[in-house]
């Protein structure tokens, strides 16, 4: 589900309490659980903890959602087994050619995470790489250049998760 609403989180001029949002959105999720994996869309910062209450089994932000504050809820989310897919490949402005500048926004934001009680290895291993909105206005050859940057990041990351394993002997 894209929930362009929730961004900025719970503000007070929204017209639900928090407890609503949570049964409006938990209420759609079961809605199409039987047929899909849920999730869970916002485009910028929101108040994950309430999100993650509704039930999605992935959330998808972008990197840099200010998710900090709500690193016990994404911990506890990951644990419970939620994946989350990391929008890391911008698409509003020109890209690079490599993929070495989103590799270190998404390092630091998972170093922020891991600093706030989350599991370095649950944070790689239920990870996915998406752009970080749609694709619409680009063309095709831009935006086969944002999946390839975000394959690149993608492989980047099980290799450290392999590399993880390999380490621990897991």
């Not at 900025?8 to 959105?25: E, T, W």
């Not at 809605?31 to 999100?51: K, M, Q, S």
């Not at 959330?59 to 200010?66: D, F, H, K, N, T």
């Amino acid at each position: 589900l894209d929930e362009p609403g929730l961004v900025g989180g719970l503000r007070s001029d929204l017209p639900l309490p928090g407890d609503q949002v949570v049964d409006v959105l938990s209420g759609a999720l079961a809605a199409i659980e039987a047929g899909a994996v849920t999730g869970v869309h916002v485009c910028g910062p929101a108040d994950w903890r309430l999100i993650t209450q509704a039930g999605p089994r992935v959330l998808s932000m972008p990197v840099g959602a200010e998710v900090t504050a709500s690193a016990g809820a994404l911990s506890a989310f990951l644990e419970r087994g939620g994946w989350v897919a990391w929008g890391a490949v911008p698409t509003d402005g020109p890209l690079g050619e490599t993929n070495a500048r989103y590799w270190r926004q998404l390092s630091a934001q998972w170093c922020e995470l891991v600093q706030n009680g989350c599991d370095p290895v649950l944070l790689r291993r239920q990870a996915l790489v998406t752009p970080v909105c749609g694709l619409a206005l680009h063309d095709v050859t831009q935006a086969e250049h944002v999946f390839v940057l975000a394959r690149e990041l993608s492989e980047k990351i099980h290799d450290q998760v392999t590399g993880i394993r390999l380490s621990v002997g897991a």
